[in-house]
């Protein structure tokens, strides 16, 4: 058996992350083989990974990576439970590897991506970095999306509020330089306050302007002020409410927020093209929102605390 030194066990915790008590348990439990620690520590972190799975993770942030020259941009979503580990610089680090990792990466979804093995340590895949995370966080985490772009134009990213929102927007240009960057910049920041859904209305689907035109035409048959307005006459004025509602949720008909005159986003790039004597034109954009679309619990912080220190 082993001596299990002070050392041995600093060491290993300093390679895993994992807690004191467990470095020395799995140091024991494989009479100090530390690859064999390791890969003790791993299967425990899977168990502690299936333990916390049922937990709600609907905080945590979203992050950008840009490669390539601006050729090249992925981002993506991880959750965890709590804001005050997404705030966590541990946690932070390893999205920023995951972020660097998918940008490089084949995989075409997340099932995917999560079989793959883990960059930084071919030993292990993705799913099982991921469940080690947990272990040493201690909390359920959650690679929940990703999307990547490729393209001959530009790419820039954007994170607004310490990750609570990412954005991507990809340009075509046969342009460079810090006015076209800033730009594109200025888009991008456009998209995380106003919430754009789609480019143009070009790309709205036909099933949404009916939808949205039938609830229109409901609204106008029970309001008593159409009651003598003639047919083509309500038909117009609904195109018009149509039409106003389009360019709310169209990035490039929205009103540049940052523009003195009212110019919409479309003219803003037309006008920054033309002083840089280069073409510009917007192609697509990403905006995650970070746990959009998931429930989240109301946490008694102090609670939880205390209910782990009670060792339940």
């Known amino acids: 058996m082993a001596n299990i030194t002070a050392a041995m066990v600093k060491e290993l915790r300093e390679m895993s992350g994992a807690g004191m008590m467990d470095c020395k348990k799995a140091l024991t439990e494989t009479d ?36 390539d020259g601006g050729k090249k941009a992925a981002i993506v979503e991880v959750n965890a439970e709590t804001d ?9 680090s390893y ?4 972020v660097d990792q998918i940008v490089e990466s084949d995989a075409a979804d997340v099932e ?15 799913e099982e970095k991921h469940a080690a995370m947990i272990a040493k966080i201690g909390e359920n985490m959650n690679i929940r999306r990703f999307e990547k ?26 342009g460079s330089g810090a006015a076209i960057e800033e730009c594109l910049k200025n888009v991008a920041m456009q998209v995380a306050a106003m919430n754009p859904k789609y480019l143009s209305s070009d790309d709205v689907p036909q099933d949404y302007k009916d939808n949205e035109m039938k609830i229109l035409k409901e609204q106008a048959k029970n309001d008593p002020k159409n009651a003598n307005k003639p047919d083509n006459i309500i038909e117009k004025m609904l195109m018009g409410r149509l039409n106003k509602e389009l360019k709310e949720i ?58 782990q220190m009670a060792g339940k």
């Open 32 to 67: 100090g083989d530390f690859d064999k620690a390791m890969e003790f520590l791993r299967e425990k972190g899977l168990a502690t990974a299936q333990k916390k799975a049922g937990r709600i993770a609907a905080e945590g942030i979203v992050a950008t990576t840009v490669v």
């Open 149 to 174: 772009i490729s393209t001959d134009g530009l790419v820039v990213s954007y994170i607004h509020a310490g990750g609570k929102i990412g954005v991507l927007v990809e340009a075509s240009t046969d």
């Open 250 to 307: 169209c990035l490039l008909e929205q009103e540049y927020v940052k523009a003195e005159n009212k110019e919409t986003v479309a003219k803003y790039v037309e006008q920054v093209a033309k002083a840089n004597g280069c073409s510009l034109s917007l192609k697509s954009f990403v905006r995650f929102e970070t746990g959009e679309g998931l429930e989240k619990k109301n946490e008694d912080f102090a609670a939880e605390v205390a209910a």
């Open 84 to 92: 005050f580990v997404a705030k966590n610089e541990v946690f932070q």
């Open 95 to 98: 999205v920023k590897e995951v």
């Open 112 to 126: 995917a991506f999560k079989a793959e093995k883990w960059a930084l340590d071919t030993s292990m895949t993705v």
